[in-house]
């Protein structure tokens, strides 16, 4: 077995520079008073030294790295002279940083720390776990990213791939699959049953996106399932009202999920309604066990939900929130859909579900109403895309956000990222900078194209991208930037500014970071050589809070996105459709479709699909690598919740933040540390809750993987 290189800065930055005590010891007395034995733990991130001799050790004038078996490859040595610059923040010039860390193989086996592993003599030495060194350095600083270790396998296979966000949508898209079903007849499953299992984020009250490529056509078509503001819903009511509310009646637009879905099943589909629905109808008519994560949703919208006797009957039967475990039957949901899978998606938007809407709405005093669905059509039409590299990618068209992840990839274009290496401090900081640079443009251009004038061509054009890639300084962040002005190529919009951080700025620590949005996603392949991307929400978490009576359907609360601001390109009028965070993916190469994925997560969706992308296409990451891998969310810019705060924050997670948070914030960054992934919590690192589902072009060959979120999971053969 090869002998794993030191990780000197794993040393350095975790140990010395974080631990101002060490390195006063260590430079000005030579002596340090530590406890003996010492231990050092993952939770602690290794914070302490291990030493073995007494309380108070004599040090000589360098010391050097172990591990169990013996002296690393090189015998590295950090030198007393070294110090000044690790108490600087800085790696010791004389060591090469690029060659100081172990790679994090997954097969490198995890030695015990024991006390005859700790050399002794005249200097003071000290031992590093390979298990503690293979788990900081992996995910930040490892020499080959394709090569740390992942803990979900990645599923493979040549007939078919479902990644979704619970076991049992999953399992509803491969009963299709199996029965000779297309992706599209698989994602009308998988849609039916997340309204059973997930409605608390998705499903039939929301709305939704797909990108997909057809094999029989050769071709990739969007799908636009969004609605549009009730005829009711002016903003003169809302300004009156003194704002958007949040939850209630006057919370929903029109739900285009339901349209949207049925735009693709019977447009592309090949199964009825009746096939494709029956896993959904089964599982809401017999139930099934609310699991860990909407089990937290159903305890935490008591009081959203609980004004209304409605949605107490659905979610409390028992006159309490059901836990996990709990068997949740929604027979009136098992009989809407029944309805749908009789009469088809009609029954929602002019039938007997649609008049149910209508009375509860109306009875409620809020904006929507029968005609608003009655007028509802779904869109096929092209979706947008960029070239980088050999790919083409293609994103969800406005009135989606999707032409954020792209504009990023064309600004990040410029820059040669596997030099940086993945998650270093410059790689951070530049797809931060895109990112902002996107999203500041996203504010001021994109909206509902039937109601404005989208300079799509132009925010997407190489020129545009190269005049926003010269607004990034790597020695300084940028204050919530400016848009620019796509139509006359210009980096900065006439009658704006640039404005750079001015210094560094302290680190703040804990959890902070909220992001109340919900939503679901999936990502399909079939034996047919067909590939679908969709993302699908009802916003916030069970939407409006009102479960329609009699339906087991709750709506959406997407009427926030909207803004009143007359300025505004995104303000509400009636009919238009708000702009969208969701945004599905989807990518071609060689003229082979190549990559399926998406995430929920609100303004952090174009960022976690970004940074896993890039993980795929510039490190070499397998799918399930991909989406383990650390992230970051920035958030210097206007949100697209209202009333739109500008939080200016860059969220990290402490796997990554313990390698450039010093560094970032020394740039000017505002970081914010959590002890997990933002935004779910649910691991140390991942990318938001990324299904990605990858096809090699040359082999035919399948591979699925999702992130450490949510419910998660994916099936495949």
Known sequence: ????????????????????????????????????????????????????????????????????????????????????????????SRIDARTACYPGRSDYPHPRLRPDSVRKGG?????????????????????????????????????GMVAAEHPLESMAGWQVLEAGGNAFD?????????????????????????????????????????????????PDYFRDLG??????????????????????????????????????????????????????????AVSKTSPYPSSVSVLMPEGRPLGRGDVFVQADLAKSMEMIAEDGADVFYRGEIARRIDDFYEEMGGRLRYEDLDAYEAELSEPIMTRYGDLEVYQS????????????????????????????????????????????????????????????????????????????????????????????????????????????????RGDAYEDSGETSSFSIADQYGNLVSVTHSVNGSFGSGMYVPGTGIVLNNRMPYYSTDENDVNVLETGKRTRHTINPALAMKDGRP?????????????????????????????????????TVTSSAFAASNYPNPVRGMLTVPAVLADGVADDLAARGHRIEVGALQQPYRMALSGAGAVKMVMIDPETG?????????????????
């Open 1 to 92: 077995m090869t002998t794993p290189r030191s990780c000197l800065l794993g040393v350095t930055e975790l140990q010395l520079k974080r631990d101002p005590l060490v390195y006063k010891s260590l430079r000005d007395s030579r002596k340090i008073e530590r406890p003996d034995p010492m231990t050092f733990t993952m939770e602690k991130h290794l914070e302490d030294f291990l030493v073995q001799n007494g309380s108070q050790t004599e040090l000589g004038s360098e010391y050097d790295v172990y591990e169990e078996e013996g002296d690393l490859a090189g015998g590295r040595t950090l030198d007393i002279r070294d110090l000044d610059e690790i108490g600087a923040g800085r790696f010791p």
């Open 123 to 159: 200097s003071m030495r000290f031992m590093l776990s390979a298990f503690a060194i293979s788990i900081l350095c992996a995910p930040l600083h490892a020499q080959s990213p394709a090569e740390a270790p992942f803990w979900r396998p990645v599923v493979m296979g040549t007939f």
């Open 186 to 234: 698989a994602a009308a499953a998988v849609f039916y049953m997340t309204t059973v299992v997930e409605q608390h984020q998705a499903g039939m009250g929301g709305d939704l996106f797909m990108v997909a490529y057809l094999a029989d056509e050769d071709r990739v078509v969007f799908i636009n399932g969004t609605g549009g503001a009730p005829a009711l819903a002016t």
């Open 243 to 300: 704002g958007i509310p949040s939850a209630g009646p006057d919370a929903t637009d029109v739900p285009g999920a339901v349209g949207g879905i049925d735009l693709a099943l019977t447009t592309f589909g090949s199964m009825s309604y009746a096939e494709v629905l029956a896993p959904a109808i089964r599982a809401a008519r017999e139930g099934h066990p609310l699991d860990f994560w909407a089990s937290g949703y159903h305890q935490r």
């Open 397 to 508: 068209a406005p009135n989606s956000q999707g032409i954020v992840m792209l504009m990023a990839l064309n600004i990040l274009e410029g820059f040669d990222l596997p030099a940086m290496g993945h998650n270093s401090a410059d790689y951070v900081h530049v797809v931060t900078e895109a990112l902002k640079l996107s999203f500041a443009d996203r504010n001021r251009w994109v909206a509902d194209p039937r109601f404005l004038d989208v300079p799509t061509e132009e925010l997407l054009s190489k020129e545009y991208a190269s005049a926003r890639r010269g607004l990034v300084r790597m020695d300084k962040a940028l204050v919530a930037p400016p848009p620019g002005d796509p139509v006359h190529g210009a980096a900065v919009l006439a009658g704006r500014s640039v404005e750079y951080e001015s210094g560094p700025h302290p680190i703040e």
């Open 594 to 630: 190549y990559l399926a994925w998406n995430t929920p997560g609100g303004d952090n969706q174009p960022q976690a699909m970004l940074q896993a992308f890039l993980s795929v296409v510039e490190f070499n990451m397998n799918v399930q690598q991909a989406v383990e891998a650390a």
């Open 701 to 717: 060959v399948m591979y699925g993987g999702v992130s450490p979120a949510k419910s998660d999971y994916v099936i495949g053969r």
